[in-house]
């Protein structure tokens, strides 16, 4: 089936520094998404994003948060600077079409994030 | 916000037994998805369902098509490669909205 891909799998930084995220969603898909999981914890929404615009975000998207998606390319999630509470695994997802109740998400296998 | 109540939070099965697990939403909502996520982390999607009930294999979901506040899944003959994190999801308009999660352990 239609696959998300997400790299790098695993990524440890220094607290402060930036990291950048990249998701390489389904080739016909619009619509993006960020979600934020801490170990043993739910999914939590943090973005989502279409045509070049962050259409809804939630609180868990501070302000050191970014996302993009230049020409076409990896949608990225950038963390600027990084916080110890930043470590968590996160998903990208696309879809689509808006609305998801009208089809499935397709979801990343998740980039660990590790804040020391 | 949207919320979605998941439970038990953790079950452990027999092999080959069966067992439900359950989604109550706090609005009525237009879809659910179900994940299964393994020990990897890997979200594995089960079912996407809009109304009605969908089965696979051993696996069968229901969304409650009437009041849509609720959605079931049911292992029947539960196997050890079962074990992992159920996730239910349910659709606001643009976004999932993800419960807490059931951890399910199978035993011989």
């Known amino acids: 089936g239609p696959k998300v891909l997400q790299i790098p799998s695993h990524q440890i930084i220094d607290m402060g520094q930036m990291v950048t995220l990249n998701c390489d969603p389904v080739s016909n898909h619009l619509y993006f998404y960020w979600y934020k999981q801490i170990l043993g914890q739910q999914m939590e929404f943090l973005v989502n994003f279409y045509n070049g615009k962050v259409m809804e975000k939630s609180k868990l998207f501070k302000d050191q948060f970014s996302v993009e998606r230049p020409d076409g390319s990896y949608f990225t999630l950038k963390i600027q600077p990084t916080a110890l509470e930043d470590s968590a695994v996160y998903f990208c997802?696309?879809?689509?079409?808006?609305?998801?109740?009208?089809?499935?998400?397709?979801f990343g296998s998740g980039t660990r994030l590790t804040v020391l | 916000g949207d919320q979605v109540e998941q439970s038990p939070s953790a079950l452990s099965l027999h092999e080959g037994t069966d067992s439900a697990l359950r989604c109550n939403f706090t609005?009525?909502?237009?879809?659910v998805q179900w994940f299964r996520q393994n020990s990897r982390g890997s979200l594995i999607s089960l079912f996407y369902l809009a109304s009605g009930t969908k089965e696979n294999g051993r696996l069968k979901s229901a969304f409650d098509s009437k009041e849509r506040r609720y959605s079931t899944l049911h292992i029947r003959d539960a196997q050890l490669e079962d074990s992992g994190t159920y996730f239910c999801a349910a659709a606001s308009f643009s976004k999932l909205v993800f419960g807490q999660g059931t951890s399910l352990s199978v035993v011989p």
């Open positions: 609005t009525t909502m237009r879809s």
């Open positions: 997802a696309s879809s689509l079409k808006l609305g998801v109740s009208a089809e499935t998400l397709y």
